[in-house]
């Protein structure tokens, strides 16, 4: 898995008791390098975890093509990614399933909680099994009250009524979300475009925008910014700002030597995350904007 993300992605292989081996990105995404990851595959290698950083998709067509060749399944952390698309197709649909997350900070939120897609029946049907106790017949399913066998050690992972109920109805306006997002990041591209201190990723249509990603030329640009904007009460992010491999639970247990990260490193000394939220007013960008200028 790539070694950018919220730690959430590789505890999860933890908890399994599976070994995590950390991939480095490209710098200008965010997203694991598919030329990486060819190098760190070995025979032990059973499942690949992409992240799709900032709404920004992985280069799927590379990394399906390295999976399929080697046999290994592929995992999408969408959590940034409700929105996005690789040629047409929305991610989470490349791989064994695609997990989303619907934390408060999220595009849509059920106050916590998320969900998993695939478009394998089996695999559904055990996901279904295993956050629920691994109960083998919903209530709807049964024949008599009360019959049912338990098949897998399964949790008690299931949504509530209440949050599934206030996702739904945020989805239903999702369209509408997602227009404006993509409006607020042309409208930052257009003012930040000629500034040659910071680097901005190009627009693009299939990004979700779940932030706005500046890069500064150097750590102290980037804290003098993030002085500016919490001098002026203006709240920004910034994802992320460590390594998972230099953090130090995984630094005690596996010993990772950083300098297999350069470009995490990178990222995470020079990214800062800007809003991109539906109610962000043009003339509340353009004062962001004259921040960054001021301030750089």
Avoid: W
Avoid at 111 to 128: P, Q
Avoid at 238 to 253: F, Q, R
């Amino acid at each position: 898995m790539t070694a950018m993300s919220h730690t959430a992605t590789s505890h999860a292989v933890e908890y399994t008791g599976a070994k995590v081996i950390f991939a480095d990105i490209n710098f200008s995404t965010g997203n694991i390098d598919p030329e990486n990851i060819k190098k760190l595959i070995n025979k032990k290698t059973k499942a690949l975890i992409i992240v799709h950083m900032a709404g920004k998709s992985c280069e799927m067509k590379k990394i399906v093509e390295i999976c399929n060749k080697k046999k290994i399944k592929i995992i999408e952390d969408c959590a940034h990614a409700l929105g996005t698309k690789f040629e047409k197709k929305h991610v989470g649909n490349f791989g064994i399933s695609g997990c989303f997350s619907f934390y408060p900070t999220k595009q849509l939120t059920t106050g916590e909680g998320g969900a998993l897609i695939t478009n394998s029946s089996s695999f559904d049907r055990k996901v279904k099994m295993l956050k629920a106790f691994g109960i083998d017949k919903d209530i709807t399913e049964r024949k008599n009250p009360g019959e049912y066998d338990v098949k897998y050690l399964g949790f008690n992972y299931r949504m509530t009524d209440f949050q599934a109920a206030m996702g739904y109805n945020q989805l239903k306006n999702y369209n509408k979300n997602l227009k404006r997002r993509l409006e607020i990041a042309k409208r930052y591209i257009k003012r930040l475009k000629d500034m040659n201190k910071i680097f901005i990723p190009e627009f693009s249509k299939n990004d979700s925008y779940f932030v706005f990603q500046i890069f500064l030329n150097t750590k102290k640009m980037k804290f003098d910014l993030m002085k500016k904007f919490k001098e002026k009460n203006i709240g920004i992010s910034v994802h992320y700002g460590t390594p998972i491999p230099s953090m130090t639970y995984y630094k005690k247990k596996y010993n990772y030597k950083l300098h297999q990260y350069k470009n995490s490193l990178d990222y995470a000394q020079k990214v800062i995350s800007l809003p991109v939220y539906p109610k962000l007013k043009n003339n509340e960008i353009d004062l962001i904007c004259k921040y960054i200028k001021e301030s750089i």
